[in-house]
């Protein structure tokens, strides 16, 4: 018997069994696919207070600001500061119009509005620059602008943030089922929520689990799990699409315009860049996204458009997400609120369920506090104070000394920076691993600089199951070669962890390049079909994978399974 049962292991679903394990709460985790499988793994990857919603949504702007200053403080290791240009551009940059003109001091007047919640994320204050100093700082804006704007934002790892949360939950008593389906509630007197119904992925095995609540933070997928217990959870989804490409254009994200007027940006993001994103309503299944190439030339003609050197890199793959905007009807996607919403749906015949809807990345922790507290409103239990601002997640106590472990371990400095960034203070153990075992000190990904000792510590310490939870943890084959070259030693390296099958081996393999193809299907020409073709080759022939189906159940715990399409979607 739980106290609490959490439907979600998003980021909503992760902090929520986090925040209620450290209060002391008996709570079970149930997702159907990986941590950040589904939408908390396709967002922008920033940590920000949204400048955008400042037109309507300032108490948004200013908790998602909030927020990250708590987020800073509990995973220091996983942000990294990204400055942004905002240019102003003009017809003709010698004589600029008097709306151009206007625009220039309407945007010096918005943005410094943002700069009274800079403080809250430790962001610096927005600068006023003219046209040459703008182009001193990026020399590969186009040639039309009449000044611009900077301000400052904050990038993050969103599959490392859940997989953070959810360790942390297990370390204070949470259960984790990952790759458990839910298929149904368990109902007692007056039709009251009592638990739910599960199958378990691995085994097929269908089972029952009570609790004294159960919260709904299945983003997207909420209001068909809602329909299990009978209830109407409405949002209004909206798609939103990005472009990986193969290396940092800029050390700044840089603020576009499409041709519809929409304001898309391209950002450094690790050893990438990131283009996005759209926003367009959905009304299709969330397991079955797609990107067109539509949507890949929309995003492509505004970033070109605004930096022409972008040109000259290769999109790695692209990728799409579902936003659970909560439901507004005669509104512009744009528009629509960030804000978020927590239910109860006693009016529904189904007391003991809560359902969170909306919100932001940013704004995780203090949602999942929010609805720890209506959960401790429903079970009549004291008020527990929340910490989960204060106690640091795993790795984020203290940040290590990258030159002297790389020293003492005998490992490059370079790969110890990068374990160093996923997994903070936790890296020492790491390099440790692989001092004990020398197997371990394999490089795998040169991309991402991922050593076999580092997967190794995701599938020991980390609910890795599969190699596709491996990428989410790791960054493996996010990088330019995208798995040509470390997805097959990555495979073998699960199999020697979780004693797989040479057969449950090879569909490992055969499910991430698939789920890999998913990505680049809509971006593939010149370069990268080329690397695609040898990809193939490699993998398909030499490998003998043409032979190997793909897993037919998701694994048990270390072994093998089959991804779904929000799995090959999402990345």
């Not at 798609?239 to 603020?255: A, E, M």
């Not at 005669?330 to 359902?355: P, Q, T, V």
């Not at 090879?506 to 990268?528: I, P, S, T």
């Amino acid at each position: 018997m739980y106290d609490l049962i959490v439907i979600g292991g998003g980021v909503n679903g992760t902090g929520i069994a986090r925040d209620a394990a450290m209060r002391g709460y008996r709570t079970l985790l149930v997702e159907k696919r990986d941590f950040a499988a589904g939408s908390s793994g396709a967002n922008s990857g920033m940590i920000h207070g949204g400048v955008r919603y400042l037109r309507y949504d300032r108490s948004v702007t200013e908790m998602a600001c909030i927020d990250s200053g708590y987020i800073q403080r509990i995973a220091p290791h996983l942000l990294f500061r990204i400055p942004f240009l905002f240019p102003l551009r003009a017809e003709d940059p010698a004589d600029p119009s008097l709306q151009e003109r206007f625009l220039r001091y309407g945007v010096e007047v918005y943005l410094g509005l943002y700069d009274v919640y800079q403080p809250h994320k430790r962001g610096k204050q927005s600068a006023v620059l003219s046209a040459e100093e703008a182009y001193d700082l990026e020399p590969a804006l186009a040639r039309d602008l009449i000044g611009a704007i900077s301000f400052d934002e904050w990038g993050i790892d969103p599959f490392r943030l859940c997989a953070a949360n959810a360790v942390s939950a297990k370390a204070h008593g949470a259960t984790l089922r990952t790759y458990a389906q839910v298929t149904g509630f368990l109902r007692g007197e007056a039709g009251r929520v009592e638990g739910v119904t599960l199958r378990d992925e691995a085994t097929g095995a269908e089972e029952a689990h009570r609790a004294r609540a159960v919260v709904l933070a299945c983003g997207p997928w909420s209001p068909k799990v809602a329909k299990l217990a009978g209830v109407e959870v409405k949002i209004r989804p909206g798609k939103g699409v990005h472009l990986t490409l193969d290396r940092r254009v800029s050390n700044y994200g840089v603020i576009c315009k499409t041709v519809d007027g929409r304001d898309i940006f391209v950002m450094p993001h690790e050893q990438t860049s990131i283009v996005g994103t759209t926003d367009d309503d959905f009304y299709g299944d969330p397991d079955h996204l797609q990107v067109t190439e539509d949507e890949v030339a929309y995003l492509w003609e505004a970033a070109t458009r605004s930096v022409p050197s972008v040109r000259h890199a290769r999109i790695l793959r692209a990728w799409a997400g579902v936003r659970p905007t909560m439901y507004e009807y005669g509104k512009l996607e744009d528009a629509l609120s960030r804000e978020h919403a927590i239910a109860h749906h006693d009016a529904d015949g189904a007391s003991g369920l809560i359902s969170l809807v909306g919100g932001k990345l940013a704004s995780y922790r203090i949602m999942s506090e929010e609805v720890v507290d209506a959960v401790e409103r429903v079970l009549g239990e004291q008020h527990r104070p929340c910490r989960t601002h204060l106690e640091p997640l795993p790795g984020g106590d203290a940040f290590p000394d990258v030159p002297e472990l790389a020293g003492r371990y005998r490992l490059p400095q370079v790969t110890v920076e990068r374990i160093a960034y996923r997994h903070g203070a936790l890296a020492a153990s790491i390099c440790e691993l692989a001092d004990r075992e020398p197997h371990l000190r394999t490089p795998i990904c040169r991309c991402e600089q991922v050593i076999a000792a580092e997967l190794a510590w995701s599938i020991r310490h980390e609910e890795g199951r599969r190699l596709l939870d491996l990428r989410r943890r790791n960054r493996l084959a996010m990088g330019p070669c995208q798995g040509t070259d470390c997805a097959a030693a990555a495979a073998a390296v699960l199999a020697r962890e979780a004693e797989l099958a040479p057969a449950q081996q090879r569909r490992e393999l055969a499910d991430l390049l698939q789920m890999r193809w998913k990505g680049k299907r809509a971006v593939l020409d010149g370069e990268g079909l080329a690397q695609e073709e040898l990809s193939r080759s490699i993998h398909l022939g030499a490998g003998a994978l043409g032979e190997a189906p793909l897993a037919e159940r998701a694994p048990k715990a270390g072994a093998t399974g089959q991804p779904t399409k929000a799995d090959e979607d999402a990345a």
